[in-house]
């Protein structure tokens, strides 16, 4: 989509902070690859930013299903569900405890800062290869078969949920300073 090259001239237009436009870069745009890229093209600050945002907001979806299971296993079919504990582990989406993990251990100065930048090149590859592989699965000629609805779609929502995380972004700014 066009808005990681759109947004930063819109941040430069609105005269965001490198802090604001990166968490609105970071949690405005759907896409960890485009969100990281939208803030680098603002600044290298609001670049940071972004990323520390868009990983927030990532490690934070694993919270959401958890809540989303133990509300589905306490409001709908709990008699199916014979050991309710195993039944959220396994919805549980276990990155998250990684990324607590590693998270913590950075935290407390547990990594040399050559083994950080190993960490980092690993989180990279690691995300070069799940986009590959979803780049691999991706069949052209059945997404041709659902036609441009699904696209238009998709590229409302992502213009609606950049505007209205925009709004929430410079309310907030205004309060913080």
Sequence with gaps: MLLPLVAPLCGHALGMSD?????????GVDNTAEATAAGALFSDAAGKVAVLAKTARNAMIGFVVLGYAI??????????????????????PKFVLGFLLISSLATARFFTGPQLGN??????WAFLLTFAGVGLRTNIGEMRKQGLRPFLVDAVGEVVIAALTLGLVLGASRFIH
């Design 119 to 124: 960490l980092a090149n690993l989180s990279r």
């Design 19 to 27: 802090t604001s436009y990166g968490i609105w870069a970071g949690l």
């Design 71 to 92: 509300h589905w296993a306490r409001k709908q079919r709990t008699a199916e569900i014979g050991n309710k504990a195993l039944f959220l582990w396994q919805k549980f």
